[in-house]
């Protein structure tokens, strides 16, 4: 086996940096000197999904009251915290193959919400939770770690739905990545160590 750099063309008595070479490359043509054993992390499987959600959040009475809303009062909101964990993960049934997994996803939105008289006027401020709950299907063998992440969350608009109890029914956006990670160690060929260039 062989290691070479076909875009790097190194001339003689020039520098890594004048020959266009990455700081810690050099160009080899030695077969491997040894075969170490290197740890590592290894995804074995990811996925990501978007989820549009429409939720209705009831109005306090204090500190939004007294009811009913004036005509004409609307609402924004502001996400202000996210996570998400799994649940639980339990072997996939037929068709999928052994390792596969079905991983509950649970992702957790905090919210706080602005209601604003018919004038644009903010008249209260509260906050809320939204919770969306997601199966999906990884292989994930045993001894591996699976985890999420919100990409991203935004709230969309918010309407007030006024009445005896008046309700913000807003629509919201998020992304998120799951993810099945272990430990594993590999065999990898060796013609040398990196060195850091001269300065």
Same mark, same amino acid.
């Given at each position: 086996m062989t290691m070479t750099l076909p875009t790097a063309h190194a001339v003689p008595g020039r520098t890594a940096r004048e020959n266009n070479q990455p700081p810690t490359a050099r160009i080899t043509n030695r077969p491997p000197t040894a075969v170490e054993c290197v740890q590592t992390t290894k995804v074995f499987d990811q996925c990501t999904f978007q989820e549009t959600r429409s939720q209705c959040f009831p109005i306090?009475?204090? @500190?939004?009251? *007294?009811?009913?809303? %004036?005509?004409?009062?609307?609402? &924004?909101?502001? +996400? $202000?915290?996210?996570?998400?964990? #799994?649940?639980?993960?339990? @072997?996939?049934? *037929?068709?999928?193959? %052994?390792?596969?997994?079905?991983? &509950?996803?649970? +992702? $957790?939105?905090?919210?706080?919400? #602005?209601?604003?008289?018919?004038?644009?006027?903010?008249?209260?401020?509260?906050?809320?939770?939204?919770?969306?709950?997601?199966?999906?299907?990884?292989?994930?063998?045993?001894?591996?770690?699976?985890?999420?992440?919100?990409?991203w969350c935004e709230g969309t608009w918010c309407l007030v739905v006024d009445g005896v109890q008046p309700q913000v029914c807003c629509e919201i956006d998020l992304c998120v990545q799951v993810e099945v990670a272990g430990r594993v160690r590999l065999l990898i060929p060796v013609a040398g160590f990196c060195e850091p260039r001269i300065m």
């Amino acid at each position: 086996m062989t290691m070479t750099l076909p875009t790097a063309h190194a001339v003689p008595g020039r520098t890594a940096r004048e020959n266009n070479q990455p700081p810690t490359a050099r160009i080899t043509n030695r077969p491997p000197t040894a075969v170490e054993c290197v740890q590592t992390t290894k995804v074995f499987d990811q996925c990501t999904f978007q989820e549009t959600r429409s939720q209705c959040f009831p109005i306090p009475e204090d @500190p939004c009251g *007294p009811f009913p809303l %004036p005509l004409g009062s609307t609402a &924004t909101l502001r +996400v $202000t915290g996210v996570s998400c964990r #799994i649940l639980d993960a339990v @072997p996939a049934p *037929p068709p999928h193959g %052994p390792g596969f997994k079905v991983l &509950t996803v649970l +992702v $957790t939105v905090t919210l706080e919400i #602005i209601v604003l008289n018919q004038y644009g006027l903010e008249r209260c401020r509260f906050p809320a939770t939204f919770a969306l709950v997601r199966n999906v299907v990884l292989y994930a063998p045993d001894g591996t770690d699976p985890s999420c992440e919100v990409l991203w969350c935004e709230g969309t608009w918010c309407l007030v739905v006024d009445g005896v109890q008046p309700q913000v029914c807003c629509e919201i956006d998020l992304c998120v990545q799951v993810e099945v990670a272990g430990r594993v160690r590999l065999l990898i060929p060796v013609a040398g160590f990196c060195e850091p260039r001269i300065m």
